[in-house]
């Protein structure tokens, strides 16, 4: 049955409104240009700062537009929220997060990739932020238009690489943490697949494979959300609120905990209120996810806000810095308008243009319910606390996509599992029953993959099944290979992360030559 459409997901994804949401953008572009023009009046470079800031701007609509999707996708797709509601929770949260727990200092050199030390001339350090930051928005928004998440970190990691080694030669790169960045592009979908897989698999087997549900759920899943509420506890005071309060792993581990403990506690009682009118279904099942995902799609917001807010205004705040004091520095203040630039840009962006990733995440990988987009959400927290303490590098968008591809390649799996079982019951059977096994095999190519055991189960009872015909053989493997991810989104989203480094650096060394060109 198809999903009814809200008037406002309806606006938020009509084509016919394109135009106003690039004028909306373009407005926004010009509302920052006029405000750093007045606001920096005699001041050294202001036409540099003005250019800047609208880039900085642009820069910042793109990361809304594309990377704010991997928080929420698996949350709308698997209908915890519908596309105007998640729009609105990211929004408050990515901009929340940015304003609130994004910092006051910033690196000027992303990840340290190039050396600042070997740039000692101003100007061309101004060109070289200008260029990385223009390149990164440029690709971001080829991305989105592709309909191609990407990492907003990556793409701002190759700019400044490009420009760098296009202003400084080869050797201001640091080769060995561009070899880090390129290990993620494994490192993190693997992990963030992996886990989410792990943690559907348990619910699974011990839940949605039972006969009676609502009992194992009363047993397990407070301890999963418990869980949860503990990896997000702790992801938050690692990485969320880092830049106001420092805290070691145990301390952060240690209220994460008690967290976890109360979110028990909660949801013990909640789904002792509701055992009694919950279906004996992986639909009531699926209810009790939907409050741990809009949570959950709030909080891994918040934490983007404030981590990768520093993508946009990064480089921004590092042109403000060199051109009020005229030198090269390795960390720079963040005046407030800055701030306030990356967190409105990100907002806007994921208003305007976020729909087309969200659903590309949400639905047009593989179909998500919400046991799956909790496994996912719960999967990106823990990777990147596992990762942090093994100093492992990722990426938060890798291990999202890679979340939502490992459930989908599990549900494969367990469907390719089953109908190779049900082929070696069937196929040693002769007799009269051809006519029931023709039936059973209708009935289970409609089946969902959770029904698929329970049929099996049964087909072990019988006996008197007859083998299957040469061409009915045939027919179940195309069951073996039916893919429940597709292949096409798998392909475009690999080539894409693994260009996006090169694409951006190409791109900004070019913006450099450009500029340096003009300028000179």
Not at 119 to 146: I, K, P, S
Not at 464 to 480: A, T
Request: with cysteine.
């Amino acid at each position: 049955m198809a999903k009814s459409i809200s008037p406002i997901d309806r606006a938020l994804t009509s084509p016919a409104t394109e135009r106003y949401r690039i004028g909306i953008s373009l407005v926004f572009l010009l509302g920052v240009w006029l405000y750093v023009g007045q606001m920096s009046t005699g001041m050294p470079g202001s036409v540099l700062l003005m250019a800047a800031a609208a880039i900085g701007a642009y820069m910042a609509v793109n990361i809304g537009a594309n990377d704010v999707a991997n928080n929420v996708g698996p949350a709308v797709g698997s209908g915890a929220l519908s596309l105007g509601a998640a729009i609105l929770i990211a929004a408050l949260f990515e901009a929340g997060g940015a304003l609130i727990a994004g910092g006051d200092v910033v690196s000027t050199i992303k990840k340290g990739i190039i050396n600042p030390s070997s740039l000692t001339d101003v100007q061309a350090f101004v060109w070289l932020m200008m260029a990385a930051l223009l390149a990164g928005a440029l690709w971001l928004n080829l991305a989105t238009w592709m309909g191609a998440p990407v990492s907003t970190t990556h793409s701002i990691v190759g700019g400044v690489l490009g420009a760098g080694v296009a202003a400084g030669g080869w050797d201001i790169a640091n080769w060995s943490v561009m070899g880090a960045i390129a290990a993620s592009w494994v490192i993190s979908p693997v992990l963030g697949g992996l886990i989410a897989a792990f943690f559907l698999y348990v619910i699974k087997r011990t839940v949605l494979y039972q006969s009676n549900m609502v009992a194992a759920a009363r047993k397990v899943v407070p301890w999963v959300v418990a869980l949860m509420a503990w990896a997000f506890g702790t992801y938050l005071m690692l990485k969320g609120v880092k830049h106001i309060i420092k805290v070691d792993f145990m301390t952060a581990a240690l209220i994460g905990l008690a967290l976890g403990a109360v979110v028990w506690a909660v949801m013990r009682g909640t789904i002792g209120r509701r055992a009694a009118t919950m279906a004996n279904a992986e639909d009531g099942v699926n209810g009790l996810f939907t409050w741990p995902l809009i949570f959950a799609a709030a909080l891994l917001s918040f934490a983007h806000g404030a981590n990768d807010v520093a993508n946009a205004i990064g480089p921004l705040a590092a042109i403000n810095d060199a051109l009020a004091h005229g030198s090269v520095a390795a960390a720079a203040s963040i005046p407030m308008w800055v701030m306030v630039v990356g967190a409105l840009g990100i907002a806007l962006g994921l208003s305007l243009f976020g729909p087309r990733l969200i659903k590309t995440v949400g639905s047009e990988i593989t179909e998500l319910d919400k046991t799956r987009a909790f496994c996912i959400a719960l999967s990106a927290a823990i990777t990147v606390i596992i990762a942090s303490q093994l100093g492992l590098p990722v990426s938060s968008t890798h291990i999202a996509l890679g979340g939502v591809f490992g459930v989908g390649f599990l549900r494969e799996y367990l469907k390719r599992s089953y109908a190779s079982q049900l082929h070696r019951i069937v196929e040693n059977h002769e007799g009269e029953e051809k006519e029931r096994i023709q039936a059973f095999l209708a009935r289970f190519r409609e089946a969902t993959v959770e029904d698929m055991e329970a049929m099996l189960k049964s087909t072990k009872k019988k006996s008197s099944d007859v083998p299957l015909s040469k061409k009915e053989r045939k027919r179940l493997k195309k069951i073996y290979k039916e893919e429940l991810v597709k292949r096409s989104q798998l392909t475009r989203i690999a080539a894409a992360w693994i260009i996006t480094v090169p694409a951006s650096a190409c791109m900004a060394a070019l913006l450099f030559f450009t500029l340096r060109g003009l300028l000179v």
